[in-house]
């Protein structure tokens, strides 16, 4: 017998769509409902491994990064050739702060 699949519930597909910009089919809603959930699912499950006394992997690379350097910028033609919207030399996105 197999364990139930875990759906997201189809408002938070569509929000995370959203931000994502992507347009989704009806299908591809239910695709993704079952699997963001599962991955959900998943973390879930690791969240619960216990790792108390495990040493830590993480090893920093000694400095690998160089020195800063003046450099000149993006002209605005070339930092805005690829922006789905503008208002002249800025950038235009859409208003996502709800006014009171």
Do not use: W
Not at 71 to 98: C, M, S, T
């Amino acid at each position: 017998m197999s364990e139930p699949e875990t759906r997201l519930p189809l408002r938070e597909v569509d929000h995370v769509a959203r931000l994502a910009r992507l347009d989704l089919e009806p299908e591809e809603r239910e695709c993704f409902a079952l699997q963001l959930g599962s991955v959900l699912e998943y973390v879930g499950r690791l969240a619960e491994v216990p790792v108390e006394g495990v040493p830590s992997t993480l090893q920093a690379p000694a400095n690998v990064l160089r020195e800063d350097e003046p450099a000149a910028g993006l002209g605005p033609e070339v930092a805005l050739a690829n922006a789905p919207d503008r208002q002249g030399d800025y950038f235009r996105i859409p208003r996502i702060l709800e006014e009171d």
